[in-house]
């Protein structure tokens, strides 16, 4: 494995691979020196074309902690204000030699047409409404840690469906571990075609939430197209955000999620959020282990 | 002590143990190689919410030289922008595990709210008009140099001390180690209950030179709302610039000083700013001695 | 050599022995693990005033390759913004003790300034319609690798002459060197006093082309005031955009450079950018080799 494009292009074996390697960097994290020199000498750019402080950060702690070197570019002081083609920054940046890239763009495919270009690792750090592959990777994390398993699971994924890339791979991921996924949200935020990937779709939020051992929300995302898509924020909350009742539907061990950063009181309850049912900082907490993981396995695995 | 709120909770030992502290790091920055390996593997993130190239880049210095790991976050990237709240921003990058956060805020009582709610150290590098507790330690460093004594010493403070926290960060640890503070400028400037902090008020900045051993100049701080307190900065100036016709109310030898950045011709003239009396940029140079010896006493203090 | 700040103050040897000192760079950036440790423990700012990726990164590179620390001052976040002058900036930094400031800046003759009130190297990475040293240095270091020599070749230099420092320090440096330059452009891009810097001028591009062994195209850079020196960008492209016909009037086996970012279609023809004589990837894989070089003479030379 050269690249981490998407959860669409993994087997399951692949998947269980990245999570069980996880686990010894977790323990890494836990202890009061959290760095090891397995990336030593190693250059990992971070290009962030879409703003970020949790995933860039997280990549960032991941790279410092296994002792390789950080580059950030954010797209303000970029080439890419100049004219530039980001295919010829890609080029430009390739020729400096730079063993992995980590690219969040707002087009679609981004980072698979960088895999083409260049020649270092490149990780999609999210890609328009595509994917966000490590996203799942740390949800996975989290839920098998909570279930002790990734299969025979019932999982509500709520919210903005079409314009999710944290639902596609998760809905990738789930179900090619064996769990049965449910979306839910309004009928304007379901596309048409997302029953093909092997979920059921249900417009009423009960219906999903009914019996689920997960119940994992979407962030209401104003800064994409989604506001198009209903009224109002109260008109949303009103419907689908996750409260005590709505969540009393499912399994009294239910576990909530959300990939953050959430709006408190449109998708989520401030109670169900800061409850002990919800596992939205365990999630940024593995994400740093499940990230130092897919560097491991890309860039350092025939080393050690 | 594991944070850095403020001065108006430390006393004087605790004051006077960090002054003590920062004279080996400032021997360690007179050195070719300016480099130890105390805080080797342990992480702190710069949060600057306001603008800043001096603390940012004093703090960041003072990280490397102990061979820590740095992380940066400006504003305008962070999830702020996409409606998160602060608290759970804080509570995102506490689940990263970091070591220490060093928070620059306009909103004053921001780094007590977080030590309240994270884990890790917190280190107050300016919040609103409150405090700005780095700054006054490294101008009580540069006048114990400079004059061998904390205590006995005349002090003038001078410019807004109504929104400066620089200037209420020095009062306190002015007053607690035995100095006699006295604040001028415009009415408008100064606050009505400031005496209670032990000061002394005028509105004549001669009076406030007079005899002085220190003179202490303030930025007039036009992104902050005191541009609505005077007319203009040339009317501000034709008062309260610190020009050799004050200075020469101050005693022969008085030291002259200024946080920076400098608004030169307004609140002190070229010719102060860059003669022999001043200590501004020895002011700078102490400044990462201390912020070493902060760094080092919070983070690293039990292991050595 | 304290200082980098242009071309035009170096010699022939001079020259020479950064081009030599590049080799060995060159050699560890093609190692698995490309890092030494020559420059640990010291401190070099990358402070660039104008929006810059390609030239940040390969500096920053070169640095953490070096295991120098490095830091970055972007203008947005500086204290610029709050009034400041420049050199008081400067010689804030210049307290904080770094050992290299890197510095690109829109007026020409700011590292010249920097360098008589601040006491650490200073390299010039780019300055108003000046110099840009390293960008020469790195172009010759190209052709040498090419060709075999920098002396009595034909080099084609072409584009917007007037405001472009790459152009500036080029001339000084193929003219130092014995190589023939001649200059094209429209006649409202070329300086009439450009003659004095020893180059042949037209305004006939296939004239500037004919018999070369070097074309070198520069960018038509919007960002800064070319704009108004042509009607538009097609105008420009249809009499001086470096196409396969233009081309054929070089030697068989001339070199085609840019120094990048460039406009495709605009000043270079998709085909020839990315056609086998281009070396443009090439120069830019130099720059960091050529950049550790500098680093390495400026700051590392007596040790080793």
Same mark, same amino acid.
């Given at each position: 494995?050269?690249? /981490? /494009? ?23 994290? $836990? ?84 895999? $083409? ?17 490590? $996203?799942?990777? &740390?949800?996975?994390?989290?839920? *098998? ?7 025979? &699971? ?66 209401? *995302? ?76 890309? /860039? ?5």
């Amino acid at each position: 494995m050269k690249h /981490l /494009l998407g959860i669409e292009n993994l087997n399951r074996d692949q998947i269980m691979h990245i999570l069980e390697t996880a686990v010894s960097f977790e323990e890494i994290n $836990q202890r009061q020196i959290k760095k090891v020199p397995t990336l030593k000498g190693l250059s990992v750019i971070n290009f962030f074309a879409e703003p970020s402080t949790r995933t860039r950060m997280s990549f960032e702690v991941a790279e410092k902690r296994l002792s390789a070197d950080s580059y950030n570019i954010a797209v303000s002081g970029s080439a890419i204000t100049k004219g530039e083609t980001l295919s010829d920054t890609a080029l430009n940046l390739q020729a400096m030699a730079p063993d992995c890239l980590i690219i969040r763009h707002a087009v679609s495919g981004t980072p698979h047409m960088l895999a $083409q270009i260049m020649d270092c690792s490149i990780i999609n750090a999210g890609d328009g409404f595509h994917e966000h592959p490590t $996203q799942a990777l &740390l949800d996975a994390y989290t839920i *098998q840690k909570k279930k002790g398993k990734l299969d025979g &699971l019932k999982v509500a994924l709520m919210g903005d469906i079409a314009h999710s890339r944290v639902a596609r791979s998760n809905i990738h991921l789930l179900t090619k571990t064996g769990s049965h996924v449910t979306v839910a949200g309004p009928a304007t935020m379901i596309p048409k075609d997302i029953k093909k990937l092997g979920v059921e779709v249900t417009y009423d939020p009960k219906e999903a939430v009914k019996d689920a051992d997960i119940v994992m929300m979407l962030r209401i *995302q104003e800064e994409r197209e989604s506001g198009l898509m209903y009224p109002d924020r109260r008109e949303y909350a009103k419907f689908f955000c996750l409260d005590e009742k709505l969540l009393s539907y499912a399994k009294p061990d239910a576990t909530v999620m959300h990939p953050g950063p959430a709006n408190r009181g449109v998708e989520i309850d401030d109670n169900i959020m800061d409850g002990d049912r919800s596992v939205i900082l365990e999630q940024v907490a593995n994400g740093v282990a499940v990230r130092m993981a897919v560097l491991y396995l890309l /860039l350092g695995g025939s080393n050690s």
